[in-house]
């Protein structure tokens, strides 16, 4: 009796052992080496040479197709609703450009899912960029990893950024029309949830990210001969939605709600570290955010409009009949136009 216990042993230890082996592969997550980049020393940084450009044909408008908070998570839970929902809003819409506006991910397994969420948008042929979100650091998956899936991408613009910059994914995207930059576009990541002992809050755009998109506007400025008009583009929205929203809810004629609800309140960060203001001061016209799931809102505010991604994924909270995708028109005249596009989950 003792030699088939041996061997049963031995087989329930082997397969024991299989088991924690593929769940180690599963659910440890990926370090991704860190990817080398140059130090930003000014404006003097700046080279149009290596500045991603997209061209804007004459006579025609320039199509952004923002998706947000995607947070593809368990698996096949959601995937078919994210490539059929995004497959109609990139073939009824026809983007330029599509971009990503962070959670992209969430969840033990982000690893294999980032792969999913590359596959997809990338499958489109069309230019995309992306910035990172919150959700998109949890479960010690550091972001070089992810930026690596991005930039293996035929057709993704992603770049890490400066190093001496702080978060990862700082980079610009020109517009250009007849050669001259139009509209510059800046990809920026609006940093994580910091979590203490004693309190929980959003982090904001630091002090370097703001001088790097000064320095960037005044070098393209200089190159053009007049201020070029600029969007920024990042997940965690500035403490100004907010102010911006009460404002035109209580009446006010310092801002005005141009489409959208909000119904939840913002999660801004904790502390304004003043992005709002060079934003304005520096030409720039229109922010974008995600982050805030059942907030869809546009909303103009001393001659900025702050806008609020409509929601694309169905995992984590959402409203059903407001889910879908933002389209970010830049017409032939340069003004903009942003629609909000409602595909309900059905």
Known sequence: MRKP???????????FLVVVLVALYIL???HGSKIESEEWKGKESYNPQA????TKEEGQPFKILMLSDLQLDVPFKNKDYLKSSIDKLVKDNNPDLIVLAGDNVAGVLMHFHIKTVVSIIDSYDIPWAVVFGNHDREFGNNLYYQAKQFMKAENCLFEVGPSNVDGLGN??????????TVYSLFMIDSQREIVTDTDKYF???????????????????????????????FHIPVPEYKTAYDLAESGSDEAKILYGVRNEGECVPRDNSGFFDVFRENGGTHMFAAHDHGNNYSVEYKDVVLTYGTKTGDYSGHREDQMGGTLITINNDYSVTIDQIIIPLS
């Open 171 to 180: 980079y610009v995207v020109n517009v250009t029309e007849n050669g001259h």
């Open 51 to 54: 500045v991603q450009t997209l």
């Open 203 to 233: 982090d904001n755009i630091h002090e370097n990210q703001i001088q790097w998109y000064k320095d960037n506007v005044d070098a393209i400025s200089e190159i053009e001969g007049h201020k070029v008009p600029s969007m920024a583009f």
């Open 5 to 15: 216990f041996k061997t049963a042993l031995k087989v329930i230890l082997s397969l």
């Open 28 to 30: 440890v997550p990926r």
